[in-house]
């Protein structure tokens, strides 16, 4: 009976170290979406990539670079706060310096940026180096073949640091006037929680990050504890939600790692790749599908 309980208290114990690996394991993850559209005429791959807040990927950020160059996106999407404001900015800029060289990189900011007090200073190291600032702006772009309307939002947090620009909801209704619908068209945006404001304006895709997958997570049963402007129990963590519209969105959990004070529970980063096509053409992608219909 005693060697029993021994053996009982090993794998309990066992179990227990194993289950803490697996809740604090911050090793980075790629996690794959597959949309489909009639404007699509040859497939695509686009690369979400938030909330870096300048941490550290390996060795000159190599972890990072690899897992990009790993998927070969034929554009990147740089949702905000990959500067931070308070840890130095070389690991942003060694990981940027790289991937500008080898894709179209095209950014908006989050609200550290502006915390940080030098949002000139980094938009102006950003155009040096080849990275577009799309805030407040559309674009149109040919993407492998495809005709592409990309329009950023910068985020609501530049009029209170800098006493600056035209605002949000401006910028979003002008950015419905400026963008192509003939065209496929993507919102990339900071925030998710103004969801309101983007389900009903009509974009085929709208891209965020912001909320860090809510910091704690329990896979299957509990997407998020916390989030910035969602408070607790956020809706709009991580994943993938459908519109009634046909819209979506998808909202990266981001990259932050020692930037946060609380851990990540369960919720590890992650570098979003999402590849587009039509819907004929969508067996060739694999990936979770992890939608909500709203």
Not at 77 to 92: E, K, S
Not at 122 to 129: F, P, Q, R, S
Not at 230 to 247: M, T, V
Request: charged share 25%; glycine share 8%; with cysteine.
């Amino acid at each position: 009976m005693k060697i029993q309980k021994k053996h009982i208290k090993y794998i309990i114990f066992t179990m227990l170290i194993a289950l803490a690996l697996l809740a604090f394991d911050v090793r980075l993850k790629t996690v794959h979406y597959t949309i489909t559209s009639d404007k699509i005429n040859t497939p695509m791959r686009i690369a979400l990539i938030t909330d870096l807040h300048s941490c550290k990927y390996g060795a000159g950020q190599k972890t990072l670079i690899d897992a990009v160059d790993k998927e070969k996106p034929d554009v990147i999407l740089l949702g905000g706060d990959i500067f931070d404001d308070v840890i130095p900015d070389d690991n942003t800029k060694t990981f940027l310096t790289a991937i500008a060289k080898r894709y179209p990189c095209y950014y908006v900011t989050g609200n550290h940026e502006y915390w940080s007090r030098r949002v000139g200073e980094m938009l102006a190291w950003l155009e040096a180096n080849g990275i577009e600032d799309i805030g407040g702006k559309t674009i149109r772009t040919a993407v492998n073949g495809n005709e592409i309307s990309i329009s950023g939002l910068n985020d609501p947090d530049e009029a209170r640091y800098t006493g600056e620009g035209d605002g949000m909801v401006t910028e979003l209704e002008r950015a419905k006037n400026e963008r192509d619908d003939t065209a496929f068209t993507m919102l990339l945006t900071h925030r998710p929680s103004f969801v309101n404001l983007y389900k009903d304006a009509g974009f085929d895709l709208v891209l965020a990050g912001h909320a860090h997958g809510g910091q704690w997570r329990i896979p299957g049963v509990l997407n998020g504890t916390f989030a910035p402007d969602e408070g607790w129990l956020p809706k709009y963590a991580g994943g993938r939600y459908s519109f009634d519209n046909g819209s979506e969105m998808i909202v990266s959990r981001g990259l932050a790692r020692e930037s946060t004070r609380i851990p990540r529970i369960f919720n590890r980063p992650e570098l979003v790749i999402i590849n587009i096509s039509r819907s004929c053409e969508a067996s060739r992608f694999s990936g979770p599908i992890q939608s909500k219909v709203l």
